[in-house]
Each structure stands twice: as C-alpha cells, then as structure tokens.
C-alpha cells in the first residue's frame, strides 16, 4: 500500500481523504489490529487509481527507488542488527535468500565511504519487515514520532533479551508512548541478576 500510495506522490492525508477513512481507522488496518474489508480495498484502490487486486496483490506494485543519506540509515540498519542479535552478515544471507540484489544494497549501505545512495524501497522494507519494525523506520526516516517509538522498542527488546526474557509481540503494547517502554526497559535493567 506504501509503495502504491508514494508512487502517486500522495501523502498519507491525501490518500485517507480520498478514500474517505479516518486515520485512527486506516492505522487499526494497516498495523493488521483488523483486517480489510472488501469496501476499504475498493476504497483505497480508488483513491489510488488502481484495481483492488494490485492491493492485494503487493508484487504488482511498482518500485520506488529512493536517494538517501548513507551514514544514518546505516547506523538504523546496524540498530536492527544489533537488536535482532545477529550480524550484519545474518542480514545479507537472509536478504540473499529472497532476493540477491537486496543483499547487494544492503550491502552497499552498510559500506563506509558514501554520503547517499540510491535504493529501492524494497530493500528497506525486507530489512525492516526482518527487524521487526515499521517499515517507515528506514523509509521516512525524518518521522520522529516513528523513529522515537521503534528506538523504544528496541531499547525494550534489548533490555528483555539481557534480563533473559523470550519476546514480545511489540503491537501487542498498542499505544504506549516511548516514555513508558524505555521505563519498562529502564526497570528490567535495574533488577537484581536472577539466581
């Protein structure tokens, strides 16, 4: 839905005014809280200009490549990295798996020595969909509501996985602010080690 509504060049107001929903109504939707309903993929189908199955049908959609600043999207990327628990190297093999020049990018991203860099958007949606994040955490990273909240989170899972905690289902935790999380996080770190 993303890449169709930035390949019109329609912001997320636009399109909800088009389609005639609320955003508290879209966000329940497209954070899969509840699922589309027939008219909502007419809709929104409508207001994009395209058939409801190229809605559906995400593989349809057309790539948008994007010039971004290297160095901090890296450093996202190496923070999804981190707090995955894995290595770079774990990132570009899952990404091979799916799509070989994913992997390249990826690889090109995290290569020092580029101030921007070209992408599709692709890419960083396969990195943030194996991060476990919003996808605009990579994709609009100038939303500082989006950023504060998913540098929460991660904080939180960090902080879980070095209290030896299994993990949480993060849209589980619905509309607590980052304030909260990064408290929960501050809290888990400040017990007592488990004997």
């Known amino acids: 839905m993303d890449r169709l509504r930035r390949a019109k060049g329609l912001t997320v107001g636009e399109l909800l005014s088009r389609a005639g929903m609320t955003k508290s109504y879209y966000q329940s939707r497209a954070g899969f809280s509840l699922p589309y309903n027939t008219n909502d993929l007419e809709a929104l189908a409508t207001a994009l200009g395209v058939t409801p199955e190229e809605i559906a049908s995400p593989d349809t959609a057309p790539r948008v490549e994007m010039r971004v600043p290297a160095a901090p999207l890296a450093a996202r990327v190496r923070r999804l990295v981190a707090a995955q628990a894995a290595s770079a190297e774990e990132l570009f093999a899952h990404l091979d798996g799916i799509d070989p020049g994913a992997a390249d990018s990826a690889r090109m991203l995290l290569a020092e020595g580029t101030t921007s860099l070209v992408l599709d958007e692709e890419v960083l949606r ?36 070095d209290a030896g905690a299994s993990s949480i289902q993060f849209r589980a935790l619905g509309e607590m602010s980052p304030d909260a999380l990064r408290a929960i996080a501050q809290s888990l770190r400040s017990r007592p080690p488990a004997t």
């Open 126 to 161: 396969l990195i943030t969909q194996w991060g476990d994040v919003p996808t605009e955490y990579l994709t609009d990273y100038t939303d500082d509501a989006v950023t504060d909240r998913t540098d929460a989170e991660l904080e939180l899972r960090d902080a879980m996985r």
